[in-house]
């Protein structure tokens, strides 16, 4: 009986391409899906993966999961894919799971906390072998491995991937106090940001470490929930109808930042020559924004490669679990920040 041809415009199963092939299911199975330490002549596996490719025959992901009970797939949750920071952090994470043979899922929450626990449950219901959260506050840990990036909560089974905040606000007030500025402003994170209080008690402790003045009036607090620089903009704006005096501004983050220099130059304020400015993240827009943005840098992509090779470590039983993993800042120094001459003023608010 002659063999029938499959049609090449017609989905073809396992079972259809054996019988083409006149072999066994399961010699095919074990080529296509590459499983060691069977004995199969080259000449056979090269006939087989030629015709798999002559008629578009794919192995089944969903079955070969249910066989080794592994996906192979990580879920990742985030507060939203539009900015600076997250995309670079989600950038490290997937780099590292694809050169690793790992697909991911990403879910973005928007900071709600219903969204966070409903998102996790599905991630983990379609298979998800783990778990990463950027900027995300979990509430209870999973029985999964899991990692937090900028977490800050304690939670039994979730490693925080964290940036020493402490070493990042001395890099910033230092920096600011050898340039002769004693009068400055802040600008606090969002209060649903995972980053903001401890970025802002860092600030709170070295600012008395180091003898730079905090005064109330000076500190500004940014609520709204955007990615870009409309951010800062109207914060500043707020402050400056104020007509406090100050010579410089630390920023919660470099999106806050781009946007206070807008407000201050739409002012008539020169920056850096009237007022410094600094930023956080180092975002990619940070170099350039007009002046160069001075920043904090995080390394974001390593951040995210880190919490990646973690989660992946877990699953590999390679490394033991660990609490916190802390990583460096580094202080980039560009256009927006100037020595304060001896004789200067601030800008009169008119």
Same mark, same amino acid.
């Given at each position: 009986m002659k ?7 017609e989905?073809?199963g ?7 092939l006149g072999?066994?299911p399961?010699?095919?199975?074990v080529?296509l ?19 798999a ?6 192995p089944?992901?969903?079955?070969r999961?249910l066989?080794?009970?592994?996906t192979?797939?990580i ?11 997250h995309t670079q ?15 991911y899922?990403?879910?973005h ?7 966070v626990e409903e998102y ?10 783990a778990?990463?959260?950027i =900027?995300?506050a979990f509430?209870h840990? *999973?029985?999964?491995?899991t990692? @937090?990036?900028a977490g +800050?909560?304690? &939670?039994n089974? %979730?490693t925080?991937?964290v ?6 606000a001395e890099?910033v ?7 002769g500025h004693?009068?400055?402003?802040f600008?606090?994170g969002?209060p ?9 008690q860092?600030l709170?402790h070295a ?7 905090i005064?109330p009036?000076?500190i500004v607090q ?8 409309e951010?800062g903009y109207?914060v500043?704006?707020?402050?400056l109808s104020?007509r406090h005096?100050f ?10 930042a781009i946007?206070?220099i807008?407000?201050l ?7 850096? =020559?009237?007022?410094?400015v600094i930023? *956080?993240?180092?975002?990619?827009? @940070?170099?350039f924004? +007009?002046?160069? &943005?001075?920043? %904090?840098?995080?390394p ?15 699953l590999?039983?390679s490394?033991?679990?660990?609490k916190?993993?802390?990583v460096?800042p580094e202080?980039v ?13 601030p800008a009169e608010?008119?």
């Open positions: 063999k029938k041809t499959p049609s090449k415009n989905p073809i396992l079972k259809q391409l054996a019988e083409y072999l066994n399961a010699t095919i199975s080529v899906n590459e499983v060691p330490g069977r004995s199969i002549p080259q000449a056979t596996r090269d006939r087989i993966k030629a015709a490719k002559q008629f578009n025959y794919q089944s992901l969903l079955a999961s066989r080794n009970r592994r192979l797939t879920g990742i949750l985030v507060p939203e894919l539009g900015d600076g920071y952090v989600m950038s490290g994470i997937g780099d590292h799971l694809m050169e690793a043979g790992y697909f899922f990403t879910a929450h928007r900071h709600r906390k219903n969204l996790s449950q599905m991630l983990l219901g379609r298979g998800a072998e778990l990463i959260g =900027d995300t509430e840990s *999973f029985p999964v491995p990692v @937090a990036v +800050h909560r304690t &939670l089974g %979730i925080n991937v940036l020493d905040h402490r070493f990042a890099l007030l230092t920096h600011l106090h050898s340039l004693r009068n400055i402003a600008m606090r969002q649903f940001s995972s980053d903001s209080d401890e970025r802002w860092s709170v600012a008395g470490e180091i003898g730079v003045p005064r009036e000076l940014l609520d709204q929930d955007i990615s870009s620089p951010l109207p500043m704006q707020r402050l104020s005096r010579t410089a501004l630390v920023s919660f983050n470099d999106l806050a946007g206070a807008r407000a130059e739409d002012f008539g304020l020169r920056v850096p =020559d009237d007022i410094s930023g *956080f993240d180092d975002i990619k827009l @940070a170099a924004s +007009h002046p160069r &943005l001075t920043t %904090i840098r995080q974001m992509s390593n951040m995210g490669r880190i919490a990646a090779q973690c989660v992946l470590n877990q590999n039983g490394e033991r679990f660990r916190q993993i802390t460096e202080l120094v560009r256009g927006s920040t100037k020595a304060l001459k001896p004789a200067s003023q608010r008119v």
